[in-house]
Protein backbone atom coordinates (compact mmCIF):
# COMPACT_ATOMS: atom_id res chain seq x y z
CA UNK A 1 0.00 0.00 0.00
CA UNK A 2 1.61 3.62 -0.53
CA UNK A 3 1.78 6.22 1.59
CA UNK A 4 2.66 9.67 1.58
CA UNK A 5 3.10 11.17 4.66
CA UNK A 6 3.52 14.99 5.36
CA UNK A 7 4.48 16.76 8.33
CA UNK A 8 6.38 20.32 9.15
CA UNK A 9 3.28 22.70 9.17
CA UNK A 10 2.32 25.18 11.55
CA UNK A 11 1.88 28.50 12.59
CA UNK A 12 4.77 31.25 11.94
CA UNK A 13 4.62 35.00 11.47
CA UNK A 14 5.64 36.87 8.05
CA UNK A 15 9.21 36.57 7.46
CA UNK A 16 9.14 32.90 9.05
CA UNK A 17 10.36 29.72 7.77
CA UNK A 18 9.16 26.17 7.79
CA UNK A 19 10.54 23.06 6.47
CA UNK A 20 7.95 20.66 4.96
CA UNK A 21 8.79 16.91 4.97
CA UNK A 22 6.97 14.51 2.80
CA UNK A 23 7.90 10.42 3.46
CA UNK A 24 6.89 7.74 1.23
CA UNK A 25 6.47 4.29 1.84
CA UNK A 26 5.12 1.42 -0.68
CA UNK A 27 7.18 3.44 -3.90
CA UNK A 28 10.63 3.11 -4.97
CA UNK A 29 10.92 7.01 -4.53
CA UNK A 30 13.96 7.01 -7.24
CA UNK A 31 11.24 6.21 -9.80
CA UNK A 32 9.34 9.17 -8.90
CA UNK A 33 8.60 13.21 -9.34
CA UNK A 34 7.98 14.40 -6.36
CA UNK A 35 6.04 18.03 -6.02
CA UNK A 36 3.70 19.68 -3.11
CA UNK A 37 1.07 21.73 -4.50
CA UNK A 38 -1.20 23.76 -1.59
CA UNK A 39 -5.04 24.78 -1.20
CA UNK A 40 -7.20 26.74 0.11
CA UNK A 41 -10.58 26.45 1.06
CA UNK A 42 -12.28 28.19 -2.15
CA UNK A 43 -10.04 27.84 -4.42
CA UNK A 44 -8.30 25.57 -6.82
CA UNK A 45 -5.42 23.51 -5.46
CA UNK A 46 -2.13 25.33 -6.29
CA UNK A 47 1.26 24.05 -7.84
CA UNK A 48 4.04 25.36 -5.57
CA UNK A 49 7.33 23.27 -6.82
CA UNK A 50 8.45 19.99 -8.23
CA UNK A 51 11.42 17.88 -8.16
CA UNK A 52 12.35 14.95 -11.02
CA UNK A 53 14.15 12.06 -10.72
CA UNK A 54 16.86 14.24 -12.09
CA UNK A 55 16.59 16.29 -9.54
CA UNK A 56 15.82 19.56 -12.07
CA UNK A 57 13.69 21.81 -9.99
CA UNK A 58 10.53 24.28 -11.40
CA UNK A 59 8.87 26.63 -9.07
CA UNK A 60 5.54 28.41 -8.87
CA UNK A 61 5.93 32.09 -9.52
CA UNK A 62 4.78 33.27 -6.74
CA UNK A 63 6.85 30.98 -4.44
CA UNK A 64 10.45 31.21 -6.50
CA UNK A 65 13.38 32.54 -4.57
CA UNK A 66 11.67 31.88 -1.06
CA UNK A 67 11.13 28.10 -1.57
CA UNK A 68 13.26 25.31 -1.93
CA UNK A 69 12.07 21.61 -3.04
CA UNK A 70 14.59 18.81 -2.45
CA UNK A 71 14.78 14.91 -2.10
CA UNK A 72 16.35 12.01 -0.44
CA UNK A 73 15.90 8.92 -2.80
CA UNK A 74 17.54 6.73 -0.19
CA UNK A 75 14.47 7.80 2.12
CA UNK A 76 11.62 8.18 -0.96
CA UNK A 77 11.32 11.50 0.98
CA UNK A 78 10.62 15.13 -0.64
CA UNK A 79 11.17 18.21 1.41
CA UNK A 80 10.40 21.74 0.94
CA UNK A 81 12.16 24.50 2.85
CA UNK A 82 9.84 27.87 3.12
CA UNK A 83 11.31 30.90 3.71
CA UNK A 84 9.97 34.34 4.03
CA UNK A 85 6.28 33.17 4.36
CA UNK A 86 3.72 35.58 4.15
CA UNK A 87 0.04 35.43 4.86
CA UNK A 88 -0.50 34.45 1.24
CA UNK A 89 1.23 31.03 1.72
CA UNK A 90 -0.82 30.36 4.12
CA UNK A 91 -3.12 26.52 2.87
CA UNK A 92 -2.94 22.95 2.98
CA UNK A 93 0.36 21.66 1.59
CA UNK A 94 -0.06 18.31 -0.54
CA UNK A 95 3.22 15.91 -1.22
CA UNK A 96 2.63 14.52 -4.46
CA UNK A 97 4.71 11.80 -5.94
CA UNK A 98 4.46 10.75 -9.88
CA UNK A 99 5.82 7.68 -11.43
CA UNK A 100 8.23 8.98 -14.08
CA UNK A 101 7.03 6.39 -17.19
CA UNK A 102 3.53 5.44 -16.29
CA UNK A 103 1.85 8.55 -14.27
CA UNK A 104 0.52 6.82 -11.57
CA UNK A 105 0.23 9.08 -9.01
CA UNK A 106 -0.16 9.72 -5.24
CA UNK A 107 -1.56 12.32 -2.75
CA UNK A 108 -1.23 12.55 1.01
CA UNK A 109 -2.93 13.99 3.77
CA UNK A 110 -1.56 17.52 3.78
CA UNK A 111 -0.15 19.55 6.63
CA UNK A 112 -1.78 23.22 7.23
CA UNK A 113 0.51 26.21 7.33
CA UNK A 114 -0.62 29.07 8.49
CA UNK A 115 1.12 32.63 8.45
CA UNK A 116 -0.09 34.90 10.90
CA UNK A 117 -0.03 38.52 11.47
Known amino acids: QVQLVESGGGLVQPGGSLRLSCSSS????????FGWYRHVLGRQREFVAE???????KYADSVKGRFTISRDNAKSAVFLQMNSLKPADSAVYYC???????????WGQGTQVIVFI
Open 96 to 106: HAREKTSGLDY
Open 51 to 57: ITTDNNE
Open 26 to 33: GIIGSMYV
